[in-house]
């Protein structure tokens, strides 16, 4: 009977000191930061220098554009998204999604053509024939052109130059520019297209040509915070990506300033 009015009186307070762990855990987590894939390193940095300021660390996870677009159509719990074009926020948006007043670029970048080096390191002319042959008999690695921003981009751009139709039947499609980066990095592509600021993670990857920016849409960095966020430090956040300091960051890992007609 004593061990019974014991246990009786330890539950409650056990249960108290849970729910206070929990709420401390919750007062140390930044907010949560979906991202495109492309801004990984860049994010680590920027998070970085967030926490020098005094603040809790945001938690980041990168993954294609597409892909956490439709995470936060389910339901995902995070407090913003940082997308590689305006067409996945643009969807956002349309289904009110995203807290009003909150959206806006933070930078834009370039698509390159990359290879390996014992590929040779001299520019690939971007004109009919020229790339056809680079690629030999190889593979050329880009994020799925279906629905992954970078993919877009480097569809539209091959269309616009005339040479998607030669090199299609060669195309590796992967889940997102990393993943295409990575293809070949391990030797199963010959060459790939992906960001300047991919690019520069991987110096062993040397940039063969750079695609020009009419052939395609300005690439573009949107940041919005997620309308179901409650977290507090969201909107500071999201003041600081638009910042300075985050610019500065940003332009260090590759990534270009937002045109000054751009939001």
Request: charged content about 15%.
């Amino acid at each position: 009977m004593i061990l019974i009015r014991l246990r009786n009186l330890l539950l409650p307070l056990f249960a108290i000191t849970l729910l206070t762990a929990c709420a401390a855990e919750e007062d140390t987590q930044g907010p949560v930061v979906l991202a495109a894939a492309s801004m990984q390193q860049a994010m680590d940095d920027v998070g970085a220098a967030w926490v020098a300021q005094g603040h809790a660390a945001p938690v980041v996870s990168t993954a294609a554009s597409s892909a956490l677009a439709r995470q936060i159509e389910q339901g995902a719990p995070a407090d913003l998204f940082i997308s590689a074009d305006e067409k996945w926020m643009d969807h956002l948006q349309r289904t009110g999604l995203l807290r009003t007043g909150t959206r806006g670029n933070i930078a834009g970048n370039v698509l390159v053509l990359i290879g390996r080096k014992n590929g040779g390191t001299s520019a690939i002319e971007l004109v009919p024939g020229a790339l056809k042959a680079a690629l030999a008999d190889g593979r050329l690695s880009m994020a799925e052109p279906g629905s992954v921003p970078a993919g877009r981009y480097g569809k539209a751009a091959l269309e616009a130059l005339g040479l998607w139709a030669e090199v299609a039947p060669q195309i590796t499609p992967a889940e997102n520019v990393r993943a295409a980066l990575a293809l070949v990095q391990r030797g199963e592509a010959s060459l790939g297209i992906v960001y300047a600021s991919d690019a520069r993670t991987t110096p062993d990857l040397p940039v063969r040509a750079a695609f020009p920016q009419t052939s395609h849409t300005p690439i573009l960095y949107p940041a919005a915070i997620i309308g179901a966020s409650s977290h507090p430090d969201a909107a500071a956040f999201r003041a600081f990506l638009s910042g300075p300091e985050a610019a500065a960051i940003l332009a260090r890992h590759g990534f270009t300033p937002v045109p000054s007609s751009q939001p």
